[in-house]
């Protein structure tokens, strides 16, 4: 089973995520990731296969650094465990971080429409999509929560 947490405060987000995390680790899981919003705007990702212990240990030190942040632990459904499908995932432009736990069924289509549109995909995951969606619709319509309704009516599953 996959685990979401989020943190949005004063505090440095990074170790309240990874023990949120930590305290998810009985559901199973194949990896895990962080996100990490800084105040200048900036978006640190790491992602790691295996243990929360593993993904904590190779954390950059610039992830120390920021008070929101989401995180996720990952059983695999789409795409093998792997550093690179461990979510959260971007668009290309790397400024939205999504993480997800359901299935995209629809996701092949998409695929093949976002990359016909440009969209250059880098994972195996139906998640990945899900990001470049609400990307492509934050570009034409905003705010966020518009664009994520749109990404989500072309969407079928959970």
Known sequence: MCGIIGYLGNKKATPILIEGLKRMEYRGYDSAGVAILHQNGNINCHKKKGKIDELEKDLPTVLNDGSVGIAHTRWATHGEPSDLNAHPHAGCDEKLY???????????ALKKKLIKEGHAIKTQTDTEILAHLIEKYYAKYKPLEEAVKRALTEVQGT
């Open 98 to 108: 999504v993480v997800h736990n359901g299935i995209i069924e629809n996701y092949p």
